[in-house]
């Protein structure tokens, strides 16, 4: 397997979810891809199958707020002080969705453990909640309510969020690191009652952590690109060949 490597810096909601899509699209064989990039403005995404009816558009606009889709599952998230990841994986009959899935954050594991020795007791998910019956609760508009199997944990609360989809051959698999609170505000975009409201930030508060709040610092973010990098490498025992991706920028909108 050879693994690429691109940090495509900081871009807009759309421009990170077409780049997702086309990393997946034009992958090459016997090739794993993995990307590192932020959000500017901040920018909501919705899963796939998540209705735009869900988010108070006027307030968005009003802040200047991006609303997008994501080609992957769950639910609303606010990217904002994150750093957020996308790696594409090709399918073989040693390599399932979720074998996938637990390899990709077990690297995610070994790199925030790189960049601070503090969040060594981050632990993977061990248990898988019912997702049917939570997405008929009231808070179920929002993906950081729960942590599904397999994703990281920090002192029982969730500090990476992450979805997955095949595409064709390949998974494509991305996620959020947190690494302050502002995530917590996307309770003020959904159209709920105050009351769900409430409900939805109380929760939000209890079942996540962010790297700031966990480490009492400010986040480095060039710090964290390579300790993530580093936990790759280490993980899969690979050197990465890092690519332009302004020139991928410019393929994709050729």
């Known amino acids: 397997m050879i693994w690429q490597f691109l940090n495509s810096g900081v871009n807009s909601g759309k421009f990170n979810m077409d780049f997702d899509i086309f990393l997946a699209e034009n992958f090459e064989p016997n090739t794993a891809v993995l990307r590192l990039y932020r959000w500017n403005p901040y920018c909501i995404s919705l899963g796939a199958n998540q209705s735009l009816e869900d988010i108070n558009l006027a307030k968005t606009r009003y802040h200047q707020i991006d609303v997008v889709k994501r080609p992957t599952g769950g639910r609303a998230i606010l990217h904002s002080q994150e750093l957020t990841y996308s790696v594409i994986y090709p ?103 105050d009351d769900v409201r409430k409900k939805m930030l109380n929760e939000i508060s209890s079942t996540t952590i962010d790297l700031k709040s966990a480490l009492n610092t400010e986040i480095d973010y060039a710090k964290l690109n390579l300790s993530i990098l580093n936990g790759f490498k ?21």
């Open 234 to 254: 280490e993980h899969f025992n690979s050197d990465f060949e890092e690519i332009d991706h302004k020139y991928l920028k410019n393929k994709m909108t050729a």
């Open 91 to 193: 399918i073989d009959s040693a390599a399932s969705a979720k074998n996938i899935y637990n390899k990709i954050n077990l690297a995610l594991r070994k790199g925030l453990v790189n960049f601070d020795s503090q969040l060594s007791t981050i632990d993977l998910e061990h248990t898988q909640p019912n997702f049917k019956e939570f997405y008929k609760s009231e808070i179920s508009s929002i993906c950081f309510a729960v942590s599904a199997k397999s994703e990281l944990n920090l002192n029982g609360k969730k500090i990476v969020g992450s979805a997955q989809r095949k595409l064709g051959n390949v998974i494509l698999q991305h996620g959020s690191i947190l690494c302050g609170a502002y995530h917590k505000k996307i309770v003020d975009y959904l159209n709920v009652t």
